[in-house]
């Protein structure tokens, strides 16, 4: 598959990027300075790009099976920026006639019980509303986009830096936690879950949550 990662400096999508060329898909990694580094393969070039513009994104997009992204808003940048970005890569894939997206989402707006999101329970960090909600309204973005076959896939409560077991377990718009109620996933593994959604298509128009 032509991949256009969106976000591929950052440290989900470096990985993201990495296990699609380890899988043999062609990546074009997009950031806004056209810089990624640390990547060394044939099958991947950087390029430059701003998520936010919708011109650049149909123009980058063009030619490619599938978008993906695993964008996030600079520190010093207002976290709605995300719902921006949203947006425009919707609005750019229909201009470019690209109808697959894969999108890094949040987990703040899966269920934790019937009735709650994990960003409505009491121990979610104050700190990471704003960023969460922000998530929630692009997430909302893409639901009055059915025209488009995205899937937002949402990385465990925790996601870090870790090993790539390959192992991982998915739930449909619910948080995934292990038996103690903890709900991690290395940012290796997550970046097997994402590559394993955009190769499946199993999970389109779906808010996947992922986790151990
Ligand atoms: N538990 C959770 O729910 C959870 C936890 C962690 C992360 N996340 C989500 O996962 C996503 C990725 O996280 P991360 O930690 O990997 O983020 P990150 O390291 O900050 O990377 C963000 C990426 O977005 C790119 N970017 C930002 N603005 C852009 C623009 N206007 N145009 C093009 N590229 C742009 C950056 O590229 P340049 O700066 O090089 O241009 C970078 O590659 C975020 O949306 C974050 O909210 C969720």
Wanted: hydrophobic share 40%; proline share 3%.
């Amino acid at each position: 598959m032509d991949v256009l990662l969106l976000g591929a400096s950052g440290r989900i999508g470096h990985r993201i990027a990495n296990e699609l060329l380890d899988r043999g898909h062609a990546v074009t990694g997009v950031s806004r300075s056209g810089d990624v580094e640390g990547i060394d393969d044939p099958d991947f070039q950087a390029v430059a790009g701003d998520a936010t513009n919708a011109v650049d994104v149909a123009d980058l997009a063009e030619g490619h099976d599938a978008v993906a992204s695993a964008l996030g808003p600079s520190e010093d940048e207002d976290v709605t920026v995300l719902v921006e970005m949203a947006e425009a890569v919707v609005e750019g894939m229909r201009d470019a006639d690209v109808d697959r997206l894969v999108w890094t989402g949040g987990a703040g707006g899966l269920h934790v019980g019937p009735d709650t999101r994990l960003i409505e329970t009491e121990d979610f960090p104050e700190d990471w509303e704003p960023v969460a909600r922000a998530a929630i309204e692009a997430y909302e973005v893409f639901e009055d986009a059915d025209d488009l076959d995205w899937t937002y896939v949402a990385p465990a409560a925790l996601i870090e830096p870790g090993e790539r077991t390959g192992e991982y377990r998915t739930a449909e718009g619910e948080l995934v936690a292990d038996e103690e109620g903890d709900s991690y996933i290395s940012m290796e593994d997550f970046a097997v879950a994402f590559a394993d959604e955009l190769e499946s298509g199993d999970h389109v128009h779906t808010y996947l949550g992922t986790g151990y």
